[in-house]
């Protein structure tokens, strides 16, 4: 899953990306270089970040997917939190919702999702964006994590979500501490063990500079990126969700290649 933030503050990319023509030559970029799935969101959940509303996000992922959609047959995933924006993102060609809040930021998520027959992730987030990093404490963060979103999927499904268009992702740097992230990271098999494909998304993210002091902005970790999502697929995860999508491709042809030769 390659990364396309349409966003002005995103914490690795904001801005670069902002103009319709810049985002979908940046997608066509990411298809080239080995992409699966394009993940394109208008609204940065970096720690701190501010809310944006539903129509100002339309306007800035609505074309973009559009845009995406006319040039290529692929996956496109939604990055929001807001149905009205999922809507609008799936009628202009995305069949995939990315949901930080796992279909709990309005009433009305999970029968939004069921109504759009689309993929949804479910992630898991302690707090949002603006206060998550404020001392996030849990008895047992895989324990909690997976339980949380086990009901997430029962949630889904109740309202008319099928079983197989549920995914799961474990929310590393959402109101997480590094040994939070580590832990989930390495008993990554309690989420796979629930049956529903697991989305891992490390990369770039500030995890990586609390192991390696140097790697202070986001692209001086690549290195640490590309060691997570070997990790995570190595422990059963189905997709990696990642910023350099051609040097993760390669690397996990190389995992594949010398797993096969095991």
Known sequence: MGIVNVTPDSFSDGGRWISVEAAVDQAMRLVADGADVLDIGGESTRPGAEPVGAAEEIERVAPVIAGVR???GGAISIDTMKPGVARAAVAAG???WNDVTALSHAPDSAAVAAELGCDVVLMHMKGEPRTM???PRYDDVVVEVRDYLR??????????V???RVWL???????K???????LTARLRALVDLGFPVLYAASRKRTIQAIDATAVAATDRLGGSLALALEGARRGARMVRVHDVRETVQALKVQTAVTAAD
């Open 169 to 175: 992702d474990p929310g590393i740097g959402f109101g």
């Open 133 to 135: 990093q404020a001392d």
């Open 151 to 160: 009901g997430r999927a029962a949630a889904a499904m109740a309202a008319g």
């Open 70 to 72: 006319a040039r290529w």
């Open 162 to 164: 099928a079983r197989e």
């Open 177 to 183: 501490t590094l040994a939070h992230n580590l832990a």
């Open 94 to 96: 995305a069949t995939m």
